[in-house]
Structures are given as C-alpha cells and as structure tokens.
C-alpha cells in the first residue's frame, strides 16, 4: 500500500489528535485553553529534545530533507502505546522507503525512554520531554493544572 505525503501527514495528524486525550488527563483534569493549538497543513512548531541515546534532535533540521511522524505518547511501558509503538517498528521499512523520520516523545526520563526503546527494538529515535514538558505543552497535548 503506497501513502501519499498528503496521507501520511493526515495519519500522523490523527495520531497526534488521538494522543490529546490521554496526556492531557495525565497532566490535569481540565479542558485545554485551545482544543485544536494545531491544524492540518499548520507549520509544524521547532523543538529540541534529546533522543534516547542523549542527542539533540532539532525537529527544522528535517525540513526539506525528510518527512516527519511525531507521536506523542504518556509514558514508556504502558500496555496500549507499547502495541501503537510497535506498529510503527513492523513497518519500519516503510517509513525507511518513504524517507520518515518517526520522532516518539513522552514526558519520560532519557533512561526510561532508552529502556522501553531497546525493549521494543525500535529503530527510530524516543525523545524526552522532561523535566519541563515545553514541547508537549507546545503541541497542546498537556493541559496547565
């Protein structure tokens, strides 16, 4: 099955909306200021986090060279994100194929993250959002208590 660009940003856009709901409860029970901070074809903000093996990844140094997939995700080991995570693993190749970079980002420590990583056998980078959570605040997948 062949995904266009446009397509694959449509699933990671979903992707990204279906994670809302879950951070958002773990950071606080109240609605967010804006429900929808990002739109399809929005510009995607720039970030730098550090990935599970304590480098720097700089989202704007994708652009124009690769296509992004970010997936916000609460926290390693849990039971229904460590089957999404894995889905994206069974289909590396694909990604690979399509020039993809697949960034997975949760509020988790940079151990935790290499744990769960090296557990899953992920071939693609997980970047922690901790201790501050800017970036999933960013992205509006936290809400402020």
Known sequence: MFL???SIRAISMFLFCASLGILSILDGASP???PNPLRVGDEAPDFKLKDQHGETVQLSRFRGSKNVVIVFFPLAFTGGW?????KYQDDIEYFFKHNTEILAVSVDTGP???RFAEELGAQYRFLSD???RQVSRL???LLKK
């Not at 460590?82 to 894995?86: A, G, S, Y």
């Open 130 to 132: 901790w201790p501050d």
């Open 4 to 6: 266009s660009c446009r």
């Open 139 to 141: 992205y509006g997948v």
């Open 112 to 114: 935790s993250q290499k």
């Open 32 to 34: 967010p200021l804006d």
């Open 82 to 86: 460590r089957k999404e995570l894995t």
